[in-house]
């Protein structure tokens, strides 16, 4: 079964400072898809960034960006110039191609940013 | 804006009663999902369903079922309440494939006394 997981329950950085969120994953398949999802407090769940397993390329959103290690099964994500409205639970997720869309998270992270 | 609206934020019931969780989507999605959050425990899948009237277990459904009568509603019922199912419960939407992965309702804060 795939599982995934987030070694850093808690994380905390300076405003405008930058900070990776760490993600690994387990796995026998080769084609699958990996999200960050933010989770603000008491607010909806929203997807940060996706990548596709096939694609080399890194995948960036603006100050969100991820380190794709598909070797290490490793789906880190970085976010450059944090802002206070970055201060959220973070969830790393995956998804198999086959499975009909059923992803599979990790325990979160919950990151603050300090002013 | 498309939405998945789930019907309450928080809900404060007694052990024993029977529970209804609502959720709707407006976006034409043929995936629906429920998931139960608990701190350090992330998300785990209860039930989903890919069309009306189908339904498939996830890897926590002992004490739940769900009801998808329409494709924009998927109910999700807890047959009769404990103390260890209070949680934070999310809907979710997606198309078919999940490839975009999905849209999140705002969640129902569930407590049980």
């Known amino acids: 079964a795939q599982t995934v997981t987030q070694s850093q329950p808690e994380m905390s950085v300076q405003e405008a400072e930058t900070v990776t969120l760490s993600c690994t994953y387990d796995t026998s398949e080769s084609n699958y898809y990996l999200f960050w999802y933010k989770q603000p407090p008491s607010r909806q769940m929203i997807l940060v960034i996706r990548?596709?397993?096939?694609?080399?390329q890194n995948a960036t959103e603006n100050r969100f960006s991820v380190n794709f290690q598909k070797a290490a099964k490793s789906f880190s994500l970085k976010i450059s110039d944090s802002q206070l409205g970055d201060t959220a639970m973070y969830f790393c997720a995956f998804m198999n191609y086959n499975q009909g869309g059923k992803l599979i998270f990790g325990q979160g992270t919950e990151l603050s940013v300090k002013p | 804006d498309v939405k998945v609206t789930q019907s309450s934020r928080y809900l404060v019931k007694r052990t024993g009663e029977k529970v209804f969780l609502e959720c709707v989507q407006d976006m034409d999605h043929e995936n629906m999902f429920w998931y139960r959050q608990d701190p350090g425990l992330g998300l785990r899948l209860i039930y989903f369903s890919y069309d009306v009237k189908m339904k498939e277990k996830g890897d926590i459904p002992e004490g739940y079922s769900v009801s998808r009568e329409k494709k924009e509603r998927f109910s999700l019922i807890l047959e009769s309440a404990s103390t260890n199912q209070t949680s934070m419960y999310l809907c979710?939407?997606?198309?078919?494939?999940?490839?975009?992965?999905?849209?999140f309702g705002s969640g129902t804060r569930l407590t049980v006394v």
């Open positions: 979710a939407s997606s198309i078919q494939d999940g490839m975009y992965g999905y849209t």
């Open positions: 990548q596709e397993a096939y694609k080399q």
